[in-house]
Each structure stands twice: as structure tokens, then as C-alpha cells.
């Protein structure tokens, strides 16, 4: 006898596996993962509260199925490693922490095609309180389960069934309309769950996963994209979409990452706010997908502070695959990871000129009012600009307004290739500097092409209004033209200066100078405060 092998405690394991962290609508989703790993097109859940209170919870899908062998290795605490390692059911607890999170008594239903017998076992967490002992059950499948089989599943699949559901509710209630209510609460926010986490697996213009259908009693669960993506604007540049990360062997696997900045409360009407944004402080932060099942919404993950109202509009896209499983460590229930220190370092560092846009962005309602009180003239400085044509500066040869890049001959040389905004059809008055509300990287000043029609492009320069040096100091020096031409001036020389210095290999340096001097100017000015309305008042007439 090996002295060594020291084996749980059946009774005290089994009832402390169901303190995991699982609530409802995530042990749903475990459930619903090993059915998309199953291979299953349609997967059905089935709520019934009968009328002496109990409650049974089933999900049919129509998967692959498993054979007799199949279903006790499923059943097994700690069943045996997936084949397949992209597979949604990853650790071998999931089915039975998640379901003994919820119920006392869980079956498993199964069979590979529709001429095998149906094959069956039971946990029942008193049995084995009472045996002390990792005994599972074998009844037999009753008439009414092998019906529930061929609606919920089909031919083939898995029939998961909850009983004895003493956790469902959140509290204990009377035989009544207040429990059947509570119950249609609980069906409504597991759907609401379950399409943000499957959403892509949901939606059928999502082509980054196989297409699922999921039903709810019958009824189709719709995805719900977080990121809004018909009205909201991507933010992070291409070429920072990708991320490389270092596993602990030294290898490096690659994940994606996109900004989201979705619309201002003001931009959209009530109901589509509801249904389709649902801003909050909470919904802001890190949507974290593993093979396109989400598994963390929402939360900053110390990348940046708590949440707070100015950032509330901003939503990370993050993905990965499951190489990264190791890097991320996520937990038994996929309900969170962990970022690495220096990876959050570095996801700092990349997000913080989104994470500026977007507070930029919540605060543009008053500082609209404000732009719309007080509109800065720059016209004396396009006026100047104009009149001195001899100021160093590129000589635009051409430029391509599809991939948004002008050829120029500068300092660097000839027909130097530079990414930059390309205009057409801009006012003569405002053609080599002009104040707009189209920046989304937090700069506060960027280079563009510009033409009053659609060739002999000009350099020139475009302000951010929503950047705090333009609220704080153009607003206020708007009734002083010299003071509004000279930081204008100041501007545009430093933008020629760029531009007649770059090149492909100098671009990624002059934005690091630009987001560096912006990143400072918003610093200086962090207790600068908005101007008052008194201040925005029009000068009087001279």
C-alpha cells in the first residue's frame, strides 16, 4: 500500500467544488462551451419551474454525441485532456463545478448517432455524501428523458439536466407568481448573457466563428456586440492591432486588439442606447475573447484606474488564442485573467492616447456649447501663411487620397512616400490651418495635404478642438488675434518642420515627439480649468 497517495474527502470535496465562483448565467455558459467544442450547430436550454417548486434546467445539443465511454469520461472530476486544445471546455471541472454550483443532482445524456443506445450517469452530491465515496449513478432513461432528448437534440448531442436547482434564485421562495417571475428574471439575464459572451458564434454576419443557434425556452438568443461597431469608430491605428506576446518558454504567440470609441448618450435616441450601447461606468474597459468566447467584460485590469464617467464610452476589443492560455492564466469558470505586469505596461502605453480621446470625447457636450459660444479665428494665420511662400516646407508631387498618402521632395529626398491625411475641396480660408474635430489619437496638432479642389495639394496643419490646450488657451485667447496667430504660427512650423524632415523610418518618431508634447501640454494643463461661460462671451465691437 503506497502511504503517499492521499485521496479527498468525497463528501467535503463535492460540496466545497460548488463555492468555485459559478452563478447561473456562468455555469450556463460552461455548459453551452462543451457543446460548441461537441461540434453542435443548436444548442437548447429548457427552464421549468413545476408547480410543487422544483426546478429543472436541460440543455439539448446536436453535437457529435459520446458513447457510454465518452459519458464517464465527461463525468469524471478532472476528465481527460481535449484532443482538440482550441476547445471552449478547457480544465475537465467544467460540467460538474458548474453544474453542482447550481444543483445537487446533474445527468449526462448521450449518444453518437440515432441507432446507439442512449447512455446515462448521475452525480448526486447527497449520494455521495452518504457513501463518502466518488460514486456516480447509472438509472435508467425514463420515457420522459428520452423525449426531451429527441426535441432538445436530435439524432446525436448531449443532454445536460440540472435538478434539485437550490441555487437558481438568488433567495428561496412560496409556490407562486413571485417565484415564476423570478424565474422569467433569471431566463431573461442568462439570455442577455449569453449574447454578449457567444455573440460571435451568434451573430450569422460574423464570420470570425462557425455560426450557433442558442435557444432560450424556445425563443433565439440575438447576439449583442459590445463594441456597437455601426456607429462606433475604431480608434487604434492598424499597425498597433497586433500584439506580440512572450510565452514563459520563450516562444511568442500574437494576440489582436482593437479601441473602440462608441457614441455619445446625446448622438443616440433612448431606445438605441438600450438596445444597442447600454453605456455605463461598468461596461466600460477590457472585453477579452479566447477562440472568439468572451471571457472578461468590461474592468480596466489595472492597465488604468477604476472606471469613471469620462472614460465611459471607451471599449477594448482583446483576442487570443489558445497558445496564450498559459500567458493568461484564466480561471476555472473563463470568467477572467490575468495580464501580466509588463504586459500591462505595455497595453498602457498603447491605449493611452484612445483612453485621452474617449474622456476627450465624453466632455465635447460642453466644450460644443463652448466651441459654438466662441469661435477661434484663425484666419490671420492662413492669411500670413499665404503671404510667405518662401517658408521651408515639403514640395508636394502628388497624392493618393485612397491609402491616404502624399509623395513629396523634402530634406530627406525625392518622391519620399509619407502617410498623412489627404483633403479635398477645402475652404481657400482655411487651407493651411484649420481647427477640427476629427483627431482620434489625442494629438493635438497633425500634419495634412490640403486642396481647394482635388490636385495641387498644400501641406498644412490641423488643430484637435477636443485637446485641453485648445479649450483652455485658444478658447480664452480668442478675443486677442495676435495671441491665437502666434500659437497658430507656432504650429504650423513645427508641422512643416516634420514634413520636410520625415520620411518612412522618421514617421513613427515625429508621432512619438507629437504624442509626447501633447501628452505634456495636457499634464501642465490637468489644473487649468474649462473656461466659464463669462469668459466665452464675444469682445466687444472696436
Not at 511568442?252 to 444597442?276: C, G, N, S, V, Y
Not at 468590461?298 to 482583446?318: C, K, N, Q, Y
Not at 484564466?330 to 484612445?354: A, C, Y
Request: with cysteine; glycine share 6%; net charge negative.
Amino acid at each position: 500500500m503506497n502511504d503517499l497517495i492521499n485521496d479527498p474527502n468525497a463528501a467535503r470535496l463535492i460540496f466545497g467544488l460548488r463555492d468555485t465562483g459559478y452563478n447561473v448565467k456562468t455555469a450556463a455558459a460552461d455548459i453551452i462551451d462543451n457543446s460548441i467544442a461537441a461540434g453542435a450547430s443548436e444548442i437548447n436550454i429548457d427552464i421549468q419551474l413545476l408547480a410543487d417548486g422544483r426546478k429543472i434546467v436541460s440543455f439539448g445539443d446536436n453535437g457529435h454525441g459520446m458513447d457510454a465511454t465518452g459519458v464517464w469520461n465527461a463525468m469524471r472530476y478532472g476528465a481527460d485532456k481535449r484532443q482538440d486544445a482550441k476547445s471552449l471546455g478547457k480544465f475537465g471541472l467544467g460540467l460538474k463545478t458548474a453544474s453542482s454550483s447550481v444543483c445537487k443532482r446533474y445527468s449526462v445524456i448521450s449518444r453518437m448517432d440515432s441507432d446507439a443506445e442512449l447512455a446515462k450517469l448521475t452525480w448526486d452530491l447527497e449520494h455521495v455524501e452518504r457513501q463518502n465515496a466518488w460514486e456516480m449513478l447509472r438509472p435508467e432513461v425514463t420515457a420522459d428523458e428520452s423525449e426531451l432528448f429527441e426535441q432538445l437534440c436530435g439524432p446525436s448531442g448531449a443532454l445536460v439536466v440540472w435538478e434539485h436547482c437550490d441555487r437558481i434564485l438568488s433567495k428561496d421562495y412560496a409556490p407562486g407568481t413571485k417565484e415564476q417571475a423570478a424565474i422569467k428574471r433569471m431566463s431573461e439575464a442568462l439570455a442577455k448573457h449569453i449574447s454578449l459572451v457567444f455573440h460571435r458564434f451568434l451573430d450569422e454576419n460574423d464570420d470570425r466563428e462557425r455560426n450557433v443557434t442558442i435557444r432560450i425556452n424556445d425563443v433565439p438568443v440575438p447576439p449583442w456586440n459590445p463594441f456597437y461597431p455601426q456607429r462606433s469608430e475604431q480608434v487604434l491605428a492598424p499597425n498597433k492591432q497586433k500584439l506580440i506576446v512572450e510565452l514563459p518558454d520563450g516562444s511568442e504567440e500574437t494576440a489582436e486588439i482593437k479601441a473602440w470609441i462608441l457614441p455619445h448618450r446625446r448622438d443616440m435616441e433612448k431606445e438605441e442606447e438600450a438596445q444597442f450601447a447600454r453605456i455605463s461606468n461598468r461596461a466600460q474597459g477590457f472585453y477579452v475573447y479566447r477562440e472568439g468566447r468572451l471571457i472578461q467584460d468590461g474592468g480596466w485590469m489595472d492597465v488604468f484606474g477604476a472606471p469613471e464617467p469620462h472614460t465611459s464610452l471607451l471599449r477594448i476589443e482583446f483576442d487570443f488564442c489558445h497558445e496564450l492560455d498559459e500567458a493568461f492564466r484564466i480561471d476555472v469558470k473563463k470568467s477572467r485573467i490575468l495580464f501580466h505586469p509588463d504586459l500591462e505596461d505595455g497595453l498602457r502605453k498603447l491605449l493611452q492616447p484612445v483612453y485621452r480621446e474617449a474622456g476627450a470625447r465624453y466632455r465635447r457636450e460642453s466644450r460644443d456649447d463652448a466651441n459654438q459660444k466662441r469661435t477661434v479665428d484663425h484666419s490671420s494665420a492662413n492669411k500670413n501663411i499665404s503671404n510667405t511662400p518662401n517658408t521651408a516646407k515639403p514640395l508636394v508631387t502628388g497624392v493618393d487620397a485612397a491609402t491616404q498618402t502624399a509623395e513629396v521632395n523634402n530634406n530627406r529626398g525625392v518622391k519620399i512616400r509619407i502617410k498623412a491625411p489627404i483633403q479635398n475641396d477645402v475652404s481657400p480660408d482655411s487651407i493651411h490651418i484649420e481647427a477640427v474635430t476629427t483627431i482620434t489619437n489625442g494629438h493635438l496638432w497633425e500634419p495634412a495635404y490640403r486642396s481647394p479642389g482635388s490636385s495641387e495639394h498644400v501641406p498644412g496643419v490641423l488643430l484637435n478642438k477636443h485637446h485641453d490646450f485648445y479649450q483652455k488657451i485658444y478658447q480664452r485667447a480668442a478675443a486677442n488675434g495676435y495671441a491665437v496667430e502666434g500659437m497658430d504660427l507656432l504650429l504650423y512650423a513645427f508641422a512643416m518642420a516634420e514634413q520636410n524632415n520625415t520620411d518612412p523610418e522618421l514617421e513613427p518618431v515625429f508621432e512619438d515627439i507629437r504624442d509626447e508634447i501633447s501628452t505634456n501640454l495636457r499634464k501642465l494643463l490637468r489644473n487649468v480649468p474649462d473656461p466659464e461661460p463669462a469668459e466665452l462671451t464675444e469682445p466687444d465691437e472696436d
